[in-house]
């Protein structure tokens, strides 16, 4: 009986494997993982800080990330960092693609999320959630940690 069920469940989810083939994208939310999340800790007397993560696209197609909340902060964007005449500067990005079975770490000097308006008293350990919005609508919450800025930086 046990074995029946196994193999109804097992072509079910072939069949389900199958009919999302076909779609443009698939799926983002369920096929994407995101490892290593974390927020430096903010400067004392200013609440601004960035969040970083590395993301996994496990799906067959291009994943496009188009915005990220998070209810700690006032405003969260995609930010890169670009060199321009010897400087370093920031650009607020619309929206980043993730190639199919490809990893994007978003980390310092990198795309990170540039976070304004933090609530008071977040300090190194707490552990609070981001939550990933994708083109198709779908999300994906990940839990960062709070870690802080001199362990992060080499300067
Ligand atoms: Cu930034």
Redesign the pocket.
Known sequence: MMKCIATFLRAAAAALTLSLVGLPAAMAGAGVSVEDGYVRAPVPGRNVS?GFFTLHNHTEASVTLVAVQADFAERA?I???THSDGMMR???EESVSVEAGATLAFAPGGY???LFGLQEGIGVGDELDLTIVFDDGESLTVPVMVRSLSRQSHH
Do not use: V
Request: aromatic share 0%; glycine share 0%.
């Open positions: 960035a964007e930010h890169s960092h920031m650009r607020k990170h999320i540039m």
